[in-house]
């Protein structure tokens, strides 16, 4: 409802037209919007769901695994009647000497066809450990699929069907053109209702959900239900973007939150997967964790940034390369590295052998080296997470909230601490102090502080003193775990 001023009675016909026009011109110009928020979303969506629906599938998975049947219950030796309760239970086939019977589970999901000569890409949740997999197409048509390969990092997975005639097929396009707003369409099998097309908007980009080492999810509020898994999420081209692989809800029903792994991170492994049977990941040797405000501000850097190295393999290729526990990598094959999240997708999408520049900051200083790529393999990852003293009733200092003492043989014994780690052990944290803030505790290992070796607790106190004097408002320690995992923590000196 528009709301119109007083018009002045002096003003005759003529004089009352003119003045309306007049104001109604103001007004149109007051409220003039740019094109781009005047512009309308599609009015319809059944051109790209009908040019795309038929190279959907739904994936039907099925496990079978030999289970023995419940035995009888366990009586105590010589309790009466045994004889015949074994008897009894053996004859329903209950016993210890039933035969084995096969148990089946089966999953349901989503899936769709990127060659018209059978390949079909899902998620690897989706098949799991099958060994029978079913797809069903959209005219009803059911065809057995053998895997080709999988992915528990993404969660991939590419499938092979023999049709007997050529598929529908869909194309990937560009995720990384995606903008915040955009239109986008799932298309699946949620709850088992093949065939099912939603629609919604891009609601972030790039998004983090802890559910992958490379957390670079598409977010949309376009419905994802169980059983969509799997299934491709389109532009407005009719082009995958995204593959549809997790929802946040309490309920386990579609909240207008789901994810996607984008087509530019999906695309490269499911021609791995296609070509070799198997990922090949460049892999750096390293463990790393972020750089926030206060460790930034501890290791002298104008501003937090980059991937803070805490830990490096010995058999890696970092190793070899001159990487070491401390350093900053704040560029990586030429591109910046802006938080530690960064990293690891940049590693894996790089050729295996690949000889990368990587800038580090060493104790205030950049140095580049020069890192040729190992393999990553499944059990490894770039991923953001002797003795000192002989006297059995070592000395003990305090400072920061922590109470502190030299390792000694009873000491490791007590925190079961590992033989080749060295350092000051933490016997007792303040549960006030910033130090229990941060999740440091009785058995963990102080083994440097701002960057320089420790062996007994007047060390560390020195090492706090001298960062004091120097004006710093916090000290970095690198702290072990007693079974040996570091990583670095800082603390405010104020």
Do not use: C
Not at 449 to 461: F, G, I, K, L, R
Request: cysteine-free; glycine content about 10%.
């Amino acid at each position: 409802m528009t709301f119109l001023p007083p018009i002045p009675r002096a003003l005759g016909g003529t004089g009352l037209r003119r003045a309306f026009s007049a104001f109604a011109v103001a007004a149109v110009m007051a409220v003039q919007l740019p094109a781009a928020a005047l512009a309308r979303g599609p009015e319809s969506l059944a051109d790209v769901a009908q040019d795309v629906i038929d190279a959907v599938v739904n994936i039907s998975a099925s496990t079978t695994v030999e289970a023995r049947s419940p035995s009888f219950p366990q009586l105590p030796p010589g309790t009466p009647f045994e004889d015949l309760f074994e008897e009894f239970f053996n004859r329903r086939g209950q016993g210890d000497n039933a035969p084995r019977q096969q148990r089946r589970s089966n999953s349901l999901g989503s899936g769709f066809v990127i060659d018209a000569e059978g390949i079909i890409v899902t998620n690897n949740h989706v098949i799991g450990e099958a060994n029978d997999i079913t797809v069903v197409f959209t005219d009803g048509s059911k065809l057995k699929a053998e895997i080709v390969g999988k992915d528990s990092k993404l969660d991939l997975a590419v499938l092979r069907v023999k049709p007997d005639r050529p598929l529908k097929a869909v194309r990937f396009g560009d995720s990384e053109a995606l903008r915040i707003g955009d239109w986008v369409l799932a298309i699946g099998n949620p709850f088992g209702l093949g065939g099912s097309v939603s629609a919604g908007i891009v609601s972030a980009n790039k998004r983090d959900i802890d559910s992958s080492a490379f957390g670079n999810y598409i977010q949309t509020d376009a419905a994802i239900n169980k059983g969509n898994s799997g299934g491709p999420l389109f532009n407005m081209n009719g082009e995958v973007i995204g593959i549809n692989t997790a929802i946040l809800s309490p309920t386990g029903g579609s909240v207008g939150i789901g994810f996607a792994v984008p087509s530019s991170l999906a695309e490269p492994t499911i021609r791995q997967l296609i070509d070799f049977g198997e990922t090949r990941r460049g892999w750096l040797g390293v463990r790393i964790q972020n750089v926030d405000d206060a460790t930034a501000e501890a290791l002298g850097l104008d501003k937090a940034r980059g991937a803070l190295v805490a830990g490096v393999d010995d058999k890696g290729p970092s190793k070899a390369g001159g990487i070491e526990v401390g350093d900053v990598i704040v560029s990586f094959d030429g591109k910046p590295v802006a938080q530690s999240r960064d990293l690891p997708l940049m590693v894996a999408q790089t050729p295996v052998g690949k000889e990368v520049e990587v800038v580090i900051i060493r104790k205030g200083k950049e140095e580049t080296k020069r890192i040729a790529l190992g393999r990553l393999e499944e059990a490894t990852d770039e991923t953001t997470p002797g003795q000192s003293g002989q006297s059995d009733k070592p000395a003990v200092s305090q400072a920061l909230g922590l109470e502190m003492s030299a390792l000694n043989g009873m000491l490791r014994q007590r925190y079961n601490i590992k033989e080749d780690i060295k350092g000051v052990v933490v016997t007792s944290v303040d549960p006030n102090s910033a130090a229990a803030d941060k999740r440091i505790q009785a058995g963990d290992v102080i083994v440097e502080v701002n960057q320089e070796q420790v062996a007994n607790p007047q060390d560390v106190t020195k090492r706090i003193d001298a960062v004091k004097k120097e004006g710093k408002k916090s000290v970095l320690l690198l702290v072990s775990s007693a079974q040996g995992e570091v990583r670095f923590v800082a603390l405010s000196l104020q």
